[in-house]
């Protein structure tokens, strides 16, 4: 696990440390210091820690008059134990909130395994941004945690598609894609 970096194309766009907005501001990085882990797996070090012990993120690209933002996602989703998507919601999802990011992409194709909990964190986040015309995607989930995911219908509040090429758009052609898509959908 810790050869998989966080992607790093868009970089020249955009970068969570620099950006005054983010909830992740003056964050510094190694690029050797290998020092979080997801269980006994080393992860790479330009992953951001926001209170999980099992999943990691990296705020890949946010457009504040678009409204959107596309998050890489890294581990384990543990909202049984750990309870991360209250700890994601509170830390991370509602500082962006703020901003009025109503348009959430989440990439999860390196989050191995969801066990879940509670709903009314994927309720509340859900009627938030419907409130605004937004939505939440998970993009690529792996099958046997898009399985777990839809027994608990979890996809009620968080739209699981998959774009398996998803590298090769610029971040607003992505958002336009899924955008389009998820209208699609609703008509």
Known sequence: ???????????????????KL?????????????SQTVYNYYIHPQWDEFG??????????VDYAEQYAIIELIG??????????????RDVID???????SK???ITE?????HSGD???YEEWFEEVTDDGGWVVALNMPEQTQYDFKKRKLHYYIELMNIPTWRVFKPQHLFEKIDSDISKRLD
């Open 1 to 19: 696990m810790h050869d998989i970096e966080p992607y790093f194309n868009w970089r020249h766009l955009y970068m969570a440390e620099e950006d």
């Open 22 to 34: 983010s909830p992740f501001f003056g964050r510094k990085y190694s690029e050797f210091e290998f």
């Open 52 to 61: 999980s012990r099992t999943l990691y993120m990296k705020i890949l690209f």
């Open 76 to 89: 384990e989703w543990n909202d049984a134990i750990e309870n991360d998507i209250m700890t994601m919601k």
């Open 95 to 101: 500082e962006m909130r703020l901003q009025h990011i």
């Open 104 to 106: 959430f992409i989440l």
């Open 110 to 114: 390196n989050v191995l395994n969801f």
């Open 119 to 121: 709903k009314d964190y």
